[in-house]
Nanobody, 126 residues
Framework: QVQLVESGGGSVQAGGSLRLSCVRS????????MGWFRQAPEKEPEGVAVIYSGTGNTSYHNSVKGRFTISVDNAKNSAYLQMNTLEPEDTALYYC???????????????????RGQGTQVTVSS
Protein backbone atom coordinates (compact mmCIF):
# COMPACT_ATOMS: atom_id res chain seq x y z
CA GLN A 1 0.00 0.00 0.00
CA VAL A 2 1.34 3.40 -0.94
CA GLN A 3 0.09 6.85 -0.11
CA LEU A 4 -0.74 9.36 -2.80
CA VAL A 5 -0.89 13.10 -2.25
CA GLU A 6 -2.56 15.19 -4.90
CA SER A 7 -2.38 18.88 -5.63
CA GLY A 8 -3.62 21.20 -8.33
CA GLY A 9 -7.14 21.44 -9.60
CA GLY A 10 -9.43 24.41 -9.22
CA SER A 11 -11.87 26.45 -11.27
CA VAL A 12 -11.19 27.79 -14.74
CA GLN A 13 -13.10 29.01 -17.75
CA ALA A 14 -13.47 26.90 -20.84
CA GLY A 15 -10.28 26.92 -22.88
CA GLY A 16 -8.13 27.32 -19.81
CA SER A 17 -5.46 25.02 -18.38
CA LEU A 18 -4.74 23.27 -15.11
CA ARG A 19 -2.01 20.95 -13.89
CA LEU A 20 -2.53 18.12 -11.44
CA SER A 21 0.33 16.63 -9.45
CA CYS A 22 0.51 13.38 -7.54
CA VAL A 23 3.33 12.33 -5.22
CA ARG A 24 3.65 8.66 -4.34
CA SER A 25 5.23 7.50 -1.11
CA UNK A 26 8.33 5.35 -1.47
CA UNK A 27 7.93 1.65 -1.95
CA UNK A 28 9.99 -1.39 -2.87
CA UNK A 29 8.35 -1.86 -6.21
CA UNK A 30 10.62 -1.06 -9.12
CA UNK A 31 7.86 0.11 -11.42
CA UNK A 32 4.44 1.64 -11.13
CA UNK A 33 1.51 2.53 -13.27
CA MET A 34 0.19 5.94 -12.27
CA GLY A 35 -2.79 7.76 -13.62
CA TRP A 36 -6.00 9.63 -13.05
CA PHE A 37 -9.63 8.79 -13.19
CA ARG A 38 -12.51 11.18 -12.68
CA GLN A 39 -16.05 11.04 -11.44
CA ALA A 40 -18.75 13.61 -12.12
CA PRO A 41 -21.94 13.76 -10.03
CA GLU A 42 -24.28 10.88 -10.78
CA LYS A 43 -21.86 9.37 -13.27
CA GLU A 44 -19.64 6.31 -13.21
CA PRO A 45 -15.88 6.74 -12.73
CA GLU A 46 -14.00 7.01 -15.99
CA GLY A 47 -10.30 6.65 -16.70
CA VAL A 48 -8.57 9.77 -17.96
CA ALA A 49 -4.89 8.94 -18.45
CA VAL A 50 -2.33 6.42 -17.25
CA ILE A 51 1.44 5.96 -17.60
CA TYR A 52 3.86 3.18 -16.77
CA SER A 53 6.93 4.55 -15.02
CA GLY A 54 9.26 1.93 -16.45
CA THR A 55 8.73 2.55 -20.17
CA GLY A 56 6.74 5.80 -20.28
CA ASN A 57 3.97 3.98 -22.13
CA THR A 58 0.74 6.01 -21.91
CA SER A 59 -2.95 5.68 -22.60
CA TYR A 60 -5.68 8.33 -22.71
CA HIS A 61 -9.44 8.52 -22.79
CA ASN A 62 -10.57 9.45 -26.29
CA SER A 63 -12.21 12.64 -25.06
CA VAL A 64 -8.92 14.06 -23.72
CA LYS A 65 -6.50 12.99 -26.44
CA GLY A 66 -4.62 15.98 -27.79
CA ARG A 67 -5.62 18.12 -24.80
CA PHE A 68 -4.22 16.30 -21.76
CA THR A 69 -0.67 15.06 -21.24
CA ILE A 70 0.46 12.70 -18.49
CA SER A 71 4.08 12.53 -17.42
CA VAL A 72 6.14 10.98 -14.65
CA ASP A 73 9.26 11.99 -12.73
CA ASN A 74 10.70 8.82 -11.23
CA ALA A 75 13.26 10.70 -9.17
CA LYS A 76 10.42 12.48 -7.38
CA ASN A 77 7.99 9.54 -7.36
CA SER A 78 5.55 11.91 -9.00
CA ALA A 79 3.13 12.02 -11.88
CA TYR A 80 1.60 15.04 -13.54
CA LEU A 81 -1.47 15.67 -15.66
CA GLN A 82 -1.30 18.78 -17.80
CA MET A 83 -4.82 19.67 -18.89
CA ASN A 84 -5.20 22.19 -21.72
CA THR A 85 -8.19 23.49 -23.64
CA LEU A 86 -10.47 22.46 -20.80
CA GLU A 87 -14.16 21.98 -21.50
CA PRO A 88 -17.18 22.11 -19.17
CA GLU A 89 -17.51 18.35 -19.73
CA ASP A 90 -14.18 17.90 -17.94
CA THR A 91 -15.74 19.06 -14.68
CA ALA A 92 -15.36 16.27 -12.12
CA LEU A 93 -13.54 15.07 -9.04
CA TYR A 94 -10.16 13.81 -10.24
CA TYR A 95 -8.40 10.99 -8.40
CA CYS A 96 -4.77 10.01 -8.71
CA UNK A 97 -4.28 6.24 -8.66
CA UNK A 98 -1.28 3.93 -8.65
CA UNK A 99 -0.58 0.23 -9.00
CA UNK A 100 2.78 -1.57 -8.75
CA UNK A 101 4.12 -3.59 -11.67
CA UNK A 102 2.67 -5.71 -13.16
CA UNK A 103 -0.09 -3.28 -14.00
CA UNK A 104 -2.31 -2.36 -16.92
CA UNK A 105 -1.94 0.83 -18.93
CA UNK A 106 -5.57 1.21 -19.89
CA UNK A 107 -8.68 3.17 -19.00
CA UNK A 108 -10.29 0.00 -17.68
CA UNK A 109 -7.33 -0.65 -15.38
CA UNK A 110 -6.79 2.75 -13.82
CA UNK A 111 -10.23 2.93 -12.21
CA UNK A 112 -9.39 -0.32 -10.37
CA UNK A 113 -5.90 0.61 -9.12
CA UNK A 114 -5.75 -0.21 -5.42
CA UNK A 115 -3.97 2.96 -4.31
CA ARG A 116 -5.85 6.25 -4.62
CA GLY A 117 -5.47 9.87 -3.64
CA GLN A 118 -8.05 11.95 -1.85
CA GLY A 119 -9.35 13.54 -5.02
CA THR A 120 -9.17 17.10 -6.28
CA GLN A 121 -12.01 19.08 -7.84
CA VAL A 122 -11.74 20.44 -11.36
CA THR A 123 -14.51 22.83 -12.41
CA VAL A 124 -14.69 24.32 -15.91
CA SER A 125 -17.23 27.04 -16.58
CA SER A 126 -18.55 27.96 -20.01
Amino acid sequence: QVQLVESGGGSVQAGGSLRLSCVRSRSRSSGYCMGWFRQAPEKEPEGVAVIYSGTGNTSYHNSVKGRFTISVDNAKNSAYLQMNTLEPEDTALYYCAAEPFPCGVSMASVIHFRNRGQGTQVTVSS
